[in-house]
T-cell receptor, first 115, second 118 residues
Framework: AQKVTQAQTEISVVEKEDVTLDCVYETRDTTYYLFWYKQPPSGELVFLIRRNSFDEQNEISGRYSWNFQKSTSSFNFTITASQVVDSAVYFCALSALFGNEKLTFGTGTRLTIIP | DSGVTQTPKHLITATGQRVTLRCSPRSGDLSVYWYQQSLDQGLQFLIQYYNGEERAKGNILERFSAQQFPDLHSELNLSSLELGDSALYFC?????????????????FGAGSRLTVL
């Protein structure tokens, strides 16, 4: 069975601060994908990143960075110099790597950026 | 616009009623997924179809059913509605992409259908 844990239910930071969202996963699969999705107040789910289990390199995209550590089964997401537009619920998710499998989502972290 | 179209956007109905939610996947996507998002349960996977066939089943109640039609659009039917069925129902689609290709397993979500049962 697959499980994704996002222990932080809600986080509030002041604009321009850095913030890290934690994600811990469990799976019996030896190959898998990890994802982050963003759900802004408007409600839609927006894909941010996909990582496969072979590749533990950290990834940076603008103010966003992701730290994948297989040894601790974690896939953390850092926003640098946060902005009000980053306010949203962020979901971490997991799927098997082969076969167009469904995603298993964590419970989400609600991030509020205070201007 | 994600390319996944869900209708209706909002729906208010009474307990005991039946509703149908509709989803048109992105052009070229063969897989359709239905998820339910409620405050207490989070994002729960309901069911997946691939090219018209049921592929995977999650926490879908017996009162709920779905199908994918030859034109690849999908419908989720919810019957004998209860107050607890009030939720945001998402449809997502994905392409048939080889493992490790750029599109593999990336779900594109629609805007959701918000169901309120009174």
């Amino acid at each position: 069975a697959q499980k994704v844990t996002q222990a932080q239910t809600e986080i509030s930071v002041v604009e321009k601060e850095d913030v890290t969202l934690d994600c811990v996963y469990e799976t019996r699969d030896t190959t898998y994908y990890l994802f982050w999705y963003k759900q802004p107040p408007s409600g839609e789910l927006v894909f941010l990143i996909r990582r496969n289990s072979f590749d533990e390199q950290n990834e940076i995209s603008g103010r966003y960075s992701w730290n994948f550590q297989k040894s601790t089964s974690s896939f953390n997401f850092t926003i640098t110099a946060s902005q009000v537009v980053d306010s949203a619920v962020y979901f971490c998710a997991l799927s098997a790597l082969f076969g167009n499998e469904k995603l298993t989502f964590g419970t989400g972290t609600r991030l509020t950026i205070i201007p | 616009d994600s390319g996944v179209t869900q209708t209706p956007k909002h729906l208010i109905t009474a307990t005991g009623q039946r509703v149908t939610l509709r989803c048109s996947p992105r052009s070229g996507d063969l897989s359709v997924y239905w998820y339910q998002q409620s405050l207490d349960q989070g994002l729960q996977f309901l069911i997946q179809y691939y090219n018209g066939e049921e592929r995977a089943k999650g926490n879908i109640l017996e009162r709920f059913s779905a199908q994918q039609f030859p034109d690849l659009h999908s419908e989720l039917n919810l019957s004998s509605l209860e107050l607890g069925d009030s939720a945001l129902y998402f449809c997502a689609s994905s392409s048939l992409a080889g493992a490790l290709s750029s599109g593999a397993n990336v779900l594109t979500f629609g805007a959701g259908s918000r169901l309120t049962v009174l």
